[in-house]
Every structure is written in C-alpha cells, then in structure tokens.
C-alpha cells in the first residue's frame, strides 16, 4: 500500500502541561523560544543551547495549501550569558523546552486503501521529555472519547478514517513543563472517484466543416483527474492533433473542423492521479446534420487560460489555448513586450505552452492567437510568479538577566511581502505596555518571570507561512565564583600590567567593588575596574602589593575573591658570545647568565632557529650544562654545516620570560681532500627549480651529503617540447575536436605558456590556428556549420610562452564529427514475459553518417503522455533489452532510438505491449502427504485465481533439507507428485501454483522426516478448506501408494 506508517521509538513521555501552555486554535506551525527562570547558584549557567538546535519550518516555505511542503533545515546561535559559565556548556543533562524533531506532513489517504489507518507523524525531544496533544482545525481532539484514535509516541493513529469525520488540518501540540510549540499544519485528504451519471447522452449533430465541442462533465473527485476520450470503443482513444483538443483543464473535447470519420460515438475516461481508479462516461453520439456543409469561417477560440495565472517560482506552468475554425486555425504563443522564455516548449499541436523552472523573470502578459484564412483571434493572459517566504535573519537563542531588554528580528523575503506574527505557548502574543511588535522585531523592555515561556515566530503571505524560533531564558541568582578565580597569588614585576580576575557569575548582572587591605579602592589612570568588572593595574610598582578583595551583589545576594599581588624586579639575560663563525668539526660553548630577584626560581630553555633543542635525539652534538642556579651553558660539540643558525637562551620565572640569541656561522675546512672545490650543471631544463648537495667519497666509503643548497630556478627559454599523442575525439555534428596530452611544467620553460592549435581540411594550403592559453588545457573544440560531417582535416599543435613560439606536433589527420544519427530501428516487437518484464528487440538500419554507440528505449503506461516515459539506455550494437520491475496486467507504449556523442536519433513507430496478470495469490490448499520409506506422495486442492490473476498452468513442489538455502524442484500439470528425499533428514516441502505471471504464493511448509522403512501419515491444511476436497485428496494418495493402509 503506498500509504505506510511506522512506530519509533522515544524516550519515555513525562512531565506535565504547565498552567501557562494553553494553544490557540487554528495557529500554523512555528518553531520555539523558552523564556524561564532558574533559581540557586552555578545551576543558573546550565543552559546549553548547543546541544539542542531548533528545528524551523521549511526553508523553501510551509505552504498552507495541501498540495506542497518543503524541508526542515537546523540551526542554533546561542548568546553568552553574563559571565556564563564555561563548566557546564558541555553539560548535556540540561533542562530545555520542547524542539520539534518530526513535523507532521500532508496527507492524501484513498477511500479505498486497505490499510485502514492513517498516521500522522509528531516528535519532540526536550528535558523533561515533551508530552504531545493534537488539534484538528483548531480544535483538540478528546483522544481518550473516540477509540478511533490513538497516541503512539507523539503520532496520531487514526483507524478506519472517513472523509466526512477527518478530514481537514491538523497540528500537533507538544508541551513540557517550559512551554508548548506547536506544528506546521498537516491537511488530511482523501482520495476518491465517484461515477459518472448513469443518464443518457443526447447526440450532438452537427454539418461537417463545423466545430464541435463534446462535455466530459466529470464525476466527483479529489484530488486531481486526467482526461482521455475513448473512440466508438475501448482501448480506441482519441489521437490529439492540430484539429482535435482534449482539455485537462474543463475535461472536453474540442474538434475544430468536424469530418466524416469524426462520426461515432464518444465517451470520456477520467483517472485518478492518486488511486489510478478510472470511470467511463455514457456514450455522446456524435453525427452529421443532412442539411449541407459549413461554408469556412474565422478562428473562434473556445479553450483558453485564465486572465490571471499564479505559479510558484521552481513549478511548471502548462497554458492551454484550441480555437473552433475552418480551415483549422494554426495556434501560435508570444510573450507581450518580450521574447518567449528560451526554455518554454510547445506541446500538442501548439495547444499548450510549457514553462518549466518558471522564474519571476517569466512573469508577463502571455498571447494565443488563432488563425486561419478566414481571420484571426487572440487571447491575452497574465502570468504572475509568486514565492514562498524565505528566511534572510532567523532567531537566535537568548538568554537575559531580569530587567534586561528584549530584542528578536525575524526578517524574510518573498512574493508578496510576507507579514510577521508572533506567538507564546502556542497562543497569539499582542502588544502590551511593554511588548512592541513591529514588523518582524519583538521587544519587551525590562522583562520578568512573567515574560517565561516558548516563543514563535511567524512569516507568512498568500502562498505559504514559515517559523522561525528561539529559546530565551531569564536568569535569576545570587552572585558566586567558579574555583578558578578563588584566592590566588599573582606575581608581576615593575612596570608590567596586572589584571586580577574578578567574573561573578549573577543574574541580574551584580555591582562590583574591589578593596585593597581594608580601604575601598579608587579608580585613577593608572588604576581602572573593567566593564566585566575586573581590576587592571597599569606600571605596577612596590607600592601596589597587598591584599584585593572583589565584591559582587545583586539582589539575591552577595560572594567575594581574595587575591595577593607581589612585585619584584624584572629578570634581564646576558648570552655570550654574541656572534661565532666557527670550521666544521670544532666545539664551542654558550653561555647564558640570569640577573633575577633572588626570592624567585629560574628555568632556562635553549633553542635553534625558533625551535626548542631536542637534547636526547641530537647525536651527542649538544649538551645542556647548569654550573649555578642562575646561570646554564650549551655545549657544541664536533660542529656540522647543519648545526649553523640562530642560538636563543630563554629564561622564565613566575613573574617573566625574557629571551636573547646569537648567530653561529659554520664554514668548510681551508684545506679539503679531493680535487675539486667546485662543479657546473648543465643542461638544466630552463625555468625549473633545483637544489644542490655535495658527497664527499674515498676508498673506505662514501660519507653523508651535505645538506641542501639553496633553491635556485634556471632562466626562461623558448618552449622545446611539443604536445604528445594529437588524436580527435567524437562530438556534435559540424564540430572538430582535437585533443592532445599536456606538456609538464618541467618542459614548459617559462612563465605565460599555452598552445598553437592549426588545422586546415585536407588538400588545402592555409592553415587556420587558434591560442589556447590555459596550460593544463588538453582539448580544443572547432565549430562550422559549413563543415560536413566526416571531412579529414590536418592537426597539429604548437607551444609558445613570453619568449617567444616553440615547434608543432608532427601533422595528424583527424575527422571532423559524424553527427548524431538519422535514422530510427526497424522490425521493432515488445514481447510480454512475466508480470513485470517485457522484452523489447529492434532492427537498426547501418548508416554511412551517425553510427550508433547505442540505444534508448522510452516506455509508458497507457493514460499516461509520452512526456512521462522512462528510460533506460544499452550499450555498443544491442538489439534487445528486458524491461524489469513494470506493474502487472498493464498496457505500455514503447519506442526505441539510436544515440551517440552527438545527440539522439529519431524514435521508432510506437509500439504496444501488456504485462502478465498476477501469478495467483491463493496457495494450494489442505495439502495431504503419505510416507513410504524415502517415498513422499502430496496431494493437494486446485488453485482457482481471481480474474484478475493468471490462469494456473502447473505446479511446483520444491523440496530441501532442513538447513539448507537450495531447493530441488519438481513441475507437475497435475495436484499430485511424489517426492522421492535422498538423504537421511529432515525435509521442507512446499507446493504453489506456476502461471505466466510467475510463480504464485507458496502453501505452509512440510516438515517430512526421512529414513527407511516405516509409514507415517499427515494432513495439513489451510485456513479456507473445502470439506469436500479431503476425501478426493485421500482417494488420490491411496492410488498413488497402494501398499499403504489409511
């Protein structure tokens, strides 16, 4: 059944409706805000608005009407709470109101579904977890009243829904004890088609050459209906061309020129696009007048599209326009002060434009004109893009302190301008004293405990509403301290800045005041209370030790620090010596002395070009020496080129770090072995980079290479090196397409580099060229439409850069594209084999120009337009596909043509074929066995199908040993088998009904144990058992083992 419904699983529903989370009826959905109070100490900052993003409304836009719903998107931002506690943001047991997870969607349920339930889907999380009630056209339903209903975690089961009692929106109301949110609206719809009215049709008589228009008058239905006329008889349906006109808009039939084939009776078939149902009308006879022929007359359009067309932005508009006329008039669309949309197509004869993806750009005036030799008619329309509102500023969660003000924008665009609502707890939020709203900002100004709750935010126009939401909490605690601002030293030395932390954490924020010993401290300009309430100490001198005390209080209360200041006199540094140049092999040591305040410790650090000296992984080059507590040295011992660089000495105390360096330059031995001293590189490929390293070797051995030179890049030079391997590759018809491998970077000598394409038809003399100045370019495209296709032309490619033109490739011929195909397959035949496969073969005439890389085959339902078919493509010279996974005993259309590169060819003539009937759906019934040693004789009840199942041809009985996947199969004609089972075991039998639409259900299983010897006899049957088919069954088995006794 395509209407499914699932139960998930939750965490358990507790908590309560508080007093204040009543909804008003009839409200759309939103998202949510929570304003509330938290009361004690540190609790106050458990708020962690990261762990719950609010879910929003679509962000493509909620649209009121039923027929559309967009996707939700997540997002959160929360604001920082004065001086929030870094602690617990990560803390995930923290209290928050409810936050949809699930929204309920529209729904179109058929009258005639099997499944008798409908359900709509709700889920909330918040802590305490969300409680959940549903309201249907604003009103709540009494769950608890009606056993129709049902809560399964949120969602609303509705059993054996009807549309004169269901139907219509619904919105899902969930609640914790925070607040209460409620949802998008969900419209219920049901899916039906009445019959036509068993009332006879008058014929409509009429000369021939007049127009006529015959009235489908359409039975009750929801929702949409398509339209077909049927022909004197079914399946012989109405062809529509230039001079016949079926309206999916009114349902008629609009002939324009009657003639005599057109004589016959008509009757309209109508569908349901959801349910498939399908009604015919009673006939309308259609026949010609004996009082001569209609003499030609001007275009008189009949059908057209309203003065006003509204479309959504993304939606594709179909506008219709049949004009009654003799001679037929020819219908032709043009967009009033401009051009017809490039992507616009004309379908049915010219009788319906079509604007795919239509955008605000396609809006305008829109005329049809019909015309004929006899005149003309024009019909203008207004086409009107509308847009859902979309989100441009969306809500972020707030927290304030009691007292603070309030202040939410929610901005959204949209076609027309979306207006703004707000709600609380799900119930209209109104101005007050000391609530503004004004075009999508909420202020409320010095808010309090009142002011608690879950706040939503709407944007909505004519088309479509969506929410946006926010969770705002008010705190309110006395101040306290985290632990790592209590009582603490703070050592600095003279001159330096002091800041001692003071950040209580308070709601509202608290008034501070530092006391130095036991006298209250001024500001000065040296002296100065940050805005967050710290104190800062600019050049801090001897005088400025001694004991600070912070005090915070607000109205809840009050909570102090303590800290210590101590100023000592700043560290200085002296490293010797200052610069060495030293010969590789050589030792040297740094020495590094600090002059520090004596009642403090001191580290020393060494490093190398900025970074820190790894001591244990050096080779034994380095060595770190302290001689005194105040002073350290570095040993270098057997000095290498590597070890040259920049040596820094840093020492750091409780209240300091200062730092200082030296250079040490490394330079080779005057007097080398060997004999060279120096060398060239030659021919180095222009513009490359390199590095350089010197070996140095003897008879005893090769030693390490030195460490690399510097990078040094050759100069530039004209380009040597040509494009490799020139080829074409297939394209569009009248294209050329020349392709090559790239040059490397290394061979491309200089900046500015790209390629010389020429190219000449074959036996010309000039060459036509083209620059491509990309240099990882590795394809050209040539367009002519003089060039035919096929034609020989000679290549070849160049390289250039800024110093001038490099040589060409060697000349390639390379042919000019074959075009797409141009011929349609023959012989073509669509064979039914089972009921979801059809195999379709072909024929393909060979053609000079437009070979084939292969073929697509197009398929669809009867009823449906060919717009509609889908597709499916083969590969190389295939003549044959199997179509798999088609709906049984259903007529399709199927056409088949060629594609290469460059396009598709023409479709082939359509043809017809219908999937197989259902294999049946009823199991052999009261299936009988009897055992004689390994010997197993069934029995079984004749499958009869329905009518709209396959006419049984045979029977399988498949049989395995228990354990075992594989089963043996036998096939019998008749309700009988025996069954011989090998092994010793135990065995699983099955028996079901085989017809062309497959295999039909298998009956229960058999257990049969088999060993040698003995008899054992067994009857199992269905739950629909004939009595009087046991004793035909038993007669048979008797037959078949006669040595045995019943």
């Known amino acids: 059944m395509w209407l499914s419904w699932k139960l998930l699983l939750f965490l358990s529903l507790t908590g309560c409706l508080s007093d204040y989370s009543e909804a008003v009826p009839g409200l759309p959905t939103s998202y949510a805000a929570i304003l509330r109070i938290k009361s004690g100490g540190s609790s106050l900052a458990s708020f962690n608005s990261k762990n719950r993003p609010r879910l929003s409304s679509p962000s493509l836009g909620s649209v009121s009407s039923p027929g559309w719903r967009g996707a939700t998107q997540h997002y959160h931002s929360p604001t920082n709470l004065y001086h929030f506690s870094e602690t617990f943001k990560h803390d995930e047991n923290v209290d928050y109101g409810p936050v949809f997870v699930q929204e309920p969607d529209d729904m179109i349920f058929p009258t005639d579904s099997e499944e008798k339930k409908v359900s709509l889907n709700c889920q909330a999380r918040g802590n305490p977890t969300p409680t959940y009630r549903w309201l249907r056209n604003g ?57 036509f009215s068993g009332r006879t049709r008058s014929a409509v008589s009429v000369r021939e050459g007049q127009g006529v228009v015959l009235m489908c008058s359409p039975p009750l239905h929801s929702p949409e209906i398509i339209y077909s006329w049927v022909f004197n008889e079914f399946p012989s349906f109405v062809v529509e061309d230039s001079r016949r006109f079926i309206s999916q808009e009114t349902g008629n039939l609009y002939i324009s020129k009657v003639q005599t084939s057109d004589v016959g009776s008509y009757i309209c078939l109508v569908k349901n696009t959801v349910t498939n149902a399908r009604v015919l009308s009673p006939p309308t006879p259609l026949t010609l007048r004996n009082d001569g022929v209609m003499g030609e007359y001007e275009p008189k359009i009949e059908v057209h599209f309203p003065y006003t067309v509204t479309a959504a932005r993304g939606t594709t508009v179909k506008m219709e326009c049949f004009a009654l006329g003799n001679p037929v008039p020819t219908i032709s669309w043009r967009k009033v002060n401009g ?5 616009a197509r004309l379908r049915k004869s010219q009788a319906v434009l079509e604007i795919p993806n239509v955008q605000l750009e396609d809006s305008g005036t829109y005329e049809c004109k019909a015309e004929n030799s006899r005149g003309r008619n024009v019909f203008r329309g207004q086409l009107q893009v509308y847009t859902y509102p979309h989100w441009v500023e969306k809500l972020n969660d707030t927290q304030l302190d009691s007292g603070d003000q309030l202040r939410w924008e929610c901005k959204a665009t949209g076609k027309p301008r979306p207006t703004y609502r707000w709600l609380k707890n799900g119930a209209p939020l109104w101005p007050q004293s000391r609530i503004e709203m004004i075009s999508g900002v909420l202020m409320i100004h010095s808010v309090n405990v009142s002011d608690a709750g879950m706040y939503q935010c709407l944007a909505e126009n004519k088309y479509g509403t969506i929410y946006a939401s926010a969770e705002l909490k008010i705190l309110a605690s006395a101040p306290t301290f985290p632990l790592n601002q209590m009582r603490k030293t703070i050592i600095v030395t003279k001159g330096q800045e002091v800041v ?16 130095k010993g036991d006298k209250v401290l001024r500001e000065n300009k ?43 006199e700043p560290t200085r540094i002296e490293l010797t010596p200052k610069k060495i140049e030293l010969t590789v092999g050589e030792s040297i040591v740094l020495s590094c002395k600090a002059l520090h305040d004596s009642t403090m410790d001191v580290t020393f650090y060494w490093t190398l070009n900025g970074q820190p000296i790894d001591f244990e992984k050096e080779g034994g080059h380095f060595e770190s020496i302290k001689a005194q507590a105040s002073s350290a040295d570095l040993m270098i011992r057997n000095i290498l080129l590597m070890h040259a660089g920049r040596y820094g000495c840093r020492v750091q105390t409780a209240a300091d770090t200062v730092s200082d360096e030296t250079e040490l330059l490394v330079r080779v031995p005057d007097l080398i072995s060997g004999d060279m001293e120096s060398a060239m590189a030659v021919e180095l490929n222009p513009w490359v980079e390199y590095e350089f390293r010197v070996v140095a070797t003897n008879k005893i051995g090769t030693g390490d290479p030195s460490a690399p030179s510097r990078v040094i890049r050759t100069n530039e030079a004209v380009p ?47 060459w036509k060229e083209k ?24 290549v070849k490619v160049g390289v250039y850069n800024n110093k001038g033109d490099g040589p060409f490739s060697p000349i390639v011929v390379i042919c000019s594209a074959e075009g797409e195909p141009t011929a349609a397959p023959i012989d073509v035949k669509a064979t039914s084999l089972s009921v979801s496969e059809i195999l379709v073969a072909w024929k393909h005439i060979k053609e000079s120009l ?112 228990e354990g075992q996947s594989n089963s043996q199969v036998i096939e019998t004609q008749k309700t009988s088998a025996v069954v011989l089972l090998p092994d010793v075991g135990v065995y699983i039998i099955e028996v079901c009904a085989v017809s062309e639409g497959g295999d039909g259900t298998a009956s229960p299983q058999i257990r049969v144990p088999s060993f040698s010897g003995g008899k054992v006899t067994s009857a199992q049957s269905t739950l629909h058992v004939l009595s009087t088919s046991s004793s035909s069954v038993t007669l048979l088995l008797a037959l078949m083992v006669p040595s045995t006794s019943w």
């Open 526 to 568: 040296r002296i100065t209370i940050l805005p967050h309430g710290s104190l800062r100490i600019l050049n801090a001198s001897k005088s400025d030790e001694g004991r600070y005390l912070c005090q915070g209080v607000n109205v809840f209360g009050s909570a102090e620090i303590i800290a210590s200041v101590s100023v000592k």
């Open 771 to 794: 620059m491509v100045t990309s240099s990882d370019a590795s394809k050209f495209i040539y367009r002519d439409e003089s060039v035919p296709p096929l034609t020989p032309f000679e």
């Open 339 to 343: 051009h017809n949309p490039s992507k």
């Open 139 to 195: 009103t709540e339903i009494d769950i608890e009243s009606d056993y129709r209903f049902s809560l399964i975690e949120g969602s609303l089961i509705i059993s054996n829904p009807s549309e004169m009692k269901d139907s219509g929106q619904y919105q899902c109301l969930t609640t914790n004890m925070f607040g209460s949110i409620l949802s998008r609206e969900a419209v219920l719809q049901f899916a039906y088609l009445g019959n």
């Open 850 to 961: 437009g070979r084939p890389q292969g073929f697509e085959v197009g398929y669809w339902k009867d009823m449906q337009q060919e717009e509609a078919a889908q597709k499916v493509k083969t590969e190389g010279n295939e003549s044959s596909i199997l179509l798999t996974g088609l709906e049984g005993n259903t007529l399709y259309h199927l056409t088949v043509r060629a594609y290469n590169a460059a396009g598709y060819g023409p479709p082939s003539t359509a043809v017809h074929a219908a999937t197989k009937k259902s294999p049946p759906s009823q199991a052999p019934g009261n299936i009988m066995w009897i055992q004689d040693g390994s010997h197993v004789s069934l029995g079984w009840e004749p499958v009869r199908p329905l009518a709209n199942e396959s006419d049984v041809m045979g029977y399988k009985v498949l049989f395995r040993q």
């Open 720 to 766: 040597k090196t040509p494009p490799a391997n020139v080829s074409g590759r297939s394209g569009r018809r009248h294209e050329l397409v020349i392709a090559w491998e790239p040059v490397s970077e290394e061979f491309q000598s200089g900046e500015g580099f790209g390629y010389i394409v020429a190219f000449r038809p074959n036996g010309t003399r000039g």
């Open 500 to 515: 001692i932390e003071c950040k209580p954490e308070a709601s509202p924020k608290p008034t501070i005041t530092w006391k």
